[in-house]
C-alpha cells in the first residue's frame, strides 16, 4: 500500500529564482497538503548528511556544494499515493525532458539545478521528513 507522505526541498536556485510561491501553488494544486514547512540555509554537513547516500558517487561533492549554496525550503507533503503523485507532479530530473506543466518543465534551469527534491520511495519519504521535522513540527 502506498503511504500517504513524501518529502521535498525547493532547491536554492528556485529560492533565488524567486520560485518559492509558483512552487509551493503547484503543491497546493496537486493535491497536497503541507504538514511541515521550514527555510533554512543548510551547511555543508547538513547536506552531506543527508545525502550520504550519494556518497561514493562521483556528484556528492557538486551536489554538497549545490544545497549548501544558498537556502532551501523544506516540506512534508500528505496525500495519498504521495510519493508517486509528487514523482509525477515534479516530472523528470531533465527539464527538457520534464512533461509541460510539472514543477521541473517551469522551473528548473538544468539537470543539476532541477528546482526541488522529491522523495524516490515511502521508505525514503520517511528518512527525509525525519531529518528535518520532529513529530512535533508536523500538522
Not at 503511504?3 to 518559492?20: C, L, Q, R, S, Y
Not at 533554512?40 to 545525502?51: D, N, P, R, S
Not at 516540506?75 to 527538457?96: C, F, M, W
Not at 520534464?98 to 525514503?124: C, M, P, Y
Amino acid at each position: 500500500m502506498a503511504g500517504t507522505i513524501t518529502f521535498t526541498m525547493i532547491k536554492p536556485d528556485a529560492v533565488e529564482a524567486n520560485n518559492i510561491g509558483p512552487i509551493l501553488a503547484k503543491i497546493n494544486e496537486g493535491g497536497f497538503r503541507i504538514v511541515a514547512m521550514k527555510y533554512l540555509h543548510l551547511t555543508k554537513e547538513q547536506a552531506g548528511l543527508f545525502y550520504e547516500v550519494h556518497k561514493e558517487r562521483p556528484f556528492y561533492g557538486e551536489l554538497v556544494d549545490y544545497m549548501s549554496a544558498g537556502p532551501i525550503v523544506a516540506a512534508v507533503l500528505s496525500k495519498e499515493n504521495a510519493v508517486a503523485d509528487y514523482r509525477t507532479l515534479i516530472g523528470a530530473t531533465d527539464p527538457t525532458k520534464a512533461e509541460k506543466g510539472t514543477i521541473r518543465n517551469l522551473f528548473a534551469k538544468s539537470i543539476a539545478a532541477n528546482a526541488v527534491h522529491g522523495s524516490d520511495s515511502d521508505e525514503n519519504a520517511n528518512i527525509e521528513a525525519n531529518f528535518f521535522f520532529s513529530k512535533l513540527e508536523r500538522f
